[in-house]
């Protein structure tokens, strides 16, 4: 049972702007840990997509985009493509539990 | 540029032990800015944070509470590189396993290849 919620599923077309939410609580997010984003695909290594809340690795296009206020944390992106169809996780610390933690995921489905 | 290479079995029978290994190269598992991780995925639990090790002055290790009392990970200074034990493991244990740096304010920013670990008699 993750301590980080995401909505399970997202959708969208070609070409729009689409937001995952990441609720967490005054121990992780609201304690000012920071809150990182990760894309997996199957099989394959999670790619780390934003750092720091809202900081993009060189190669990252910036349609994909973090905020971070209170006790949650969004991953936006726009502009969306076949190509962003993943699983997305977020993930931070937890003062309680002494150890990071990831979000539930969430499935973008592209239209 | 750090790599992380994983080694180790992809079958494991039910109530052994599950036993994967990850070579670090380009940067020390006894680096005082690093953290060294286990995570695993698999479709009924997502990702998953298991463990880590890391040292500052002393050694350290952080389990996560569901596995805690069966999981072990151990630096190895002379080989540079960290291992992952699971004892008595199920076939909830199935998954693909990761080995991963977390650098602090950056994330888990390197991440080894993965090994699907089947538990299975």
């Known amino acids: ?111 | 540029q750090v790599q992380l290479q994983q080694s180790g079995p992809g079958l494991v029978k039910p109530s052994q032990t599950l036993s994967l290994t990850c070579g670090i190269s380009g940067d020390s598992v006894s680096s005082n800015s690093g953290t060294w991780n286990w995570i695993r995925q698999s479709p009924s639990r997502g990702l998953e944070w298991l463990g880590r090790t890391f040292y500052r002055s002393k050694w350290y290790n952080d389990y996560e509470l569901s596995v805690k009392g069966r999981i072990t990970i151990d630096p190895d200074t002379s080989k540079n590189q960290f291992s992952l034990q699971l004892n008595s493991v199920t076939p909830e244990d199935t998954a693909i396993y990761f080995c991963a740096r977390n650098t602090q304010g950056y994330g888990m920013d390197v991440w080894g290849q993965g090994t699907t670990v089947t538990v299975s008699s």
């Open chain 1, 1 to 111: 049972q993750s301590v980080l919620t995401q909505p399970p599923s997202v959708s969208g077309a070609p070409g729009q702007r689409v937001t995952i939410s990441c609720t967490g609580s005054s121990s992780n997010i609201g304690a000012g840990f920071d809150v990182h984003w990760y894309q997996y695909l199957p099989g394959i290594a999670p790619k780390r997509l934003i750092y720091g809340n809202n900081n993009r690795p060189s190669g990252v296009p910036d349609r994909f985009s973090g905020s971070k206020s209170g006790t949650s944390a969004s991953l936006a992106i726009t502009g969306l493509q076949a190509e962003d169809e993943a699983d997305y996780y977020c993930q931070s610390f937890d003062s309680r539990l002494s150890y990071y933690v990831f979000g539930t995921g969430t499935k973008v489905t592209v239209l």
